[in-house]
């Protein structure tokens, strides 16, 4: 059974960092491209950071940029997101995703539709 875990969502004040998970089980990890979207209230899902270290790639959306970091443990099956100097605007429901790292090395895609599976999502709370 293919399995995408998102944990280490939680409760944090404007300028702290969390620390995601997303353990991935049941599937080849090296073929595939891992992603990290969010879901705020009354939002449209988007992409936040996305990586496939087979064809050394990753993707951050602007929003991002600077404050966050994707990472891939290949031998735990285990990509993190290192969020840091957390934004009230970054408060949403994460998730993760995978999509063949050939599909995503030819569409360059970060758009949920063009991912194939997800996980559960992680709540992620930023007050200010």
């Known amino acids: 059974e293919v399995q995408l875990q998102a944990s280490g969502g939680g409760l944090v004040q404007a300028g702290g960092s969390l620390r995601l998970s997303c353990a991935a089980s049941g599937f080849t990890f090296d073929d595939y491209a891992i992603g990290w979207f969010r879901q705020a209230p009354g939002k449209e899902r988007e992409g936040v950071s996305c990586i496939s270290r087979s064809i050394r790639r990753t993707y951050y959306a602007d929003s991002v940029k600077g404050r966050f970091t994707i990472s891939s443990d290949n031998a735990k099956n285990t990509v993190y997101l290192q969020m840091n100097n957390l934004k009230p605007e970054d408060t949403a429901l994460y998730y993760c995703?995978?999509?063949?790292?050939?599909?995503?090395?030819?569409?360059?895609?970060?758009?949920?539709?063009?991912?194939?599976?997800w996980g559960q999502g992680t709540l992620v709370t930023v007050s200010s």
């Open positions: 995703a995978r999509v063949s790292k050939m599909s995503w090395y030819y569409s360059d895609s970060h758009r949920p539709g063009e991912w194939d599976y």
